[in-house]
């Protein structure tokens, strides 16, 4: 297939008005030498970049959620949580990946900020929603870190609230604390209604 025949092309998916990116935690700690580096994540920066050129091109929004703890937070394992200290407000290793080419206009979405509470989704204790709906947002276009965490609770959550939901399975990796997680979380989220994408599925 030549690149001129994509934009007839009716399989493919058009961006429109009303869909929004939602870059996830792509932050250094969940990266290669990270304190909490998630398995081939530092591979989906490069394809984000390329679902951001498309959204950008569109004109259309991009946000980007980063957990936000501060020191001692519950979920380290020193308060008795199960994750190594991670992503403390302020930290090099709470930076967005310098390699991610995020727009000047991000929206940026904090989570996990209180030292008593977990968020695993970006809705849980965020104005996400308020955002989304103040945008107009219909449609989510999520990928980022990682696939069993905080994708799968967010997407959760969108589907719970009403928005249509496309999880981009060529920009997620999973942290499989047991072997298969990522497998299962990508099935609960077909379950609920999230609809599985590709760069290629989008129309040129
Ligand atoms: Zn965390």
């Given at each position: 297939m030549n690149a001129a025949t994509k934009p007839s092309d009716p399989e493919r998916l058009h961006l429109q008005p009303g869909d929004v990116l939602l870059v996830t935690d792509i932050q250094n700690d969940f990266l290669a030498g990270g304190s909490l580096a998630v398995a081939?994540?530092?591979?989906?920066?490069?394809?984000?970049?390329?679902?951001i050129d498309a959204f950008?091109?569109?004109?259309?929004?991009?946000?980007?959620?980063?957990?936000?703890?501060?020191?001692?937070?519950?979920?380290?394992?020193?308060?008795?949580?199960?994750?190594?200290?991670?992503?403390?407000q302020g930290t090099p290793g709470s930076a967005f990946s310098a390699a991610l080419r995020l727009p000047p206009d991000t929206t940026v979405i904090s989570k996990?900020?209180?030292?008593?509470?977990?968020?695993?989704?970006?809705?849980?204790?965020?104005d996400l929603d308020s955002h989304l709906r103040a945008d107009g947002i219909r449609r989510l276009f999520i990928g980022g870190l990682t696939t069993d965490y905080c994708v799968l609770n967010s997407v959760k959550d969108a589907r719970g609230?009403?928005?249509?939901?496309?999880?981009?399975?060529?920009?997620i990796r999973?942290?499989?604390?047991?072997?298969?997680?990522?497998?299962?979380?990508?099935?609960?989220?077909?379950?609920?209604?999230?609809?599985?994408?590709?760069?290629?599925?989008?129309?040129?």
């Open positions: 081939g994540g530092d591979e989906v920066v490069p394809v984000l970049n390329r679902y950008v091109a569109q004109g259309l929004p991009v946000y980007a959620t980063r957990d936000w703890h501060p020191p001692g937070h519950c979920s380290f394992y020193e308060q008795g949580g199960p994750w190594p200290v991670h992503c403390v996990a900020t209180l030292q008593n509470e977990e968020a695993y989704s970006s809705f849980h204790g965020t609230l009403g928005y249509e939901v496309f999880v981009l399975a060529d920009a999973a942290v499989n604390v047991q072997p298969g997680d990522g497998q299962r979380a990508e099935a609960e989220m077909t379950s609920v209604g999230a609809r599985r994408i590709t760069l290629d599925d989008l129309a040129a």
